[in-house]
C-alpha cells in the first residue's frame, strides 16, 4: 500500500557529511509526519529527528546543531543533511512516515535502513 525507500548512507570519515533521503510512494494521499532513527550495534533504536507536515522539527540532543531534517511535501521525501559526523553516529538509518492513504485511512510503517559508518 506504501512503501518507504532510503537512499544516500555509505562510509565517510569523521567531520565528513552525508546526506539521506527517504521517499514514500503508493496510495498516499498526504503525509502527516516522517522521521528518522537510527540502531547501532547492541543498541536501542533511537530518535534521531522528525518532522511534521507544517514543517515543526525535534531533534535528539546528541545531533543538534550538526543534522538538519527536512521534507518535500510534494515528493512525500525527507531528507536528512548529516554534517561534522562523528564515529558515534555510526548506525543503521531508518525513515518512518505516518500518511493519509487515499481511501481515508492512516498508515505508518518504516523503510528498510541504510547504513552510515564514521570512520577513518
Known amino acids: 500500500q506504501v512503501q518507504l525507500v532510503e537512499s544516500g548512507g555509505g562510509l565517510v570519515q569523521p567531520g565528513g557529511s552525508l546526506r539521506l533521503s527517504c521517499a514514500a510512494s503508493?496510495?498516499?494521499?498526504?503525509?502527516?509526519?516522517m522521521g528518522w532513527y537510527r540502531q547501532a550495534p547492541g543498541k536501542q533504536r533511537e530518535l534521531v529527528a522528525t518532522i511534521t507536515s507544517g514543517g515543526s522539527t525535534n531533534y535528539a540532543d546528541s545531533v543538534k546543531g550538526r543534522f538538519t531534517i527536512s521534507r518535500d511535501n510534494a515528493k512525500n521525501t525527507v531528507y536528512l543533511q548529516m554534517n561534522s559526523l562523528k564515529p558515534d553516529d555510526t548506525a543503521v538509518y531508518s525513515c518512518?512516515?505516518?500518511?493519509?492513504?487515499?481511501?481515508?485511512?492512516?498508515?505508518w510503517g518504516w523503510g528498510q535502513g541504510t547504513q552510515v559508518t564514521v570512520s577513518s
Open positions: 503508493g496510495s498516499i494521499f498526504s503525509t502527516i509526519s
Open positions: 518512518d512516515a505516518d500518511v493519509w492513504t487515499l481511501d481515508g485511512s492512516t498508515w
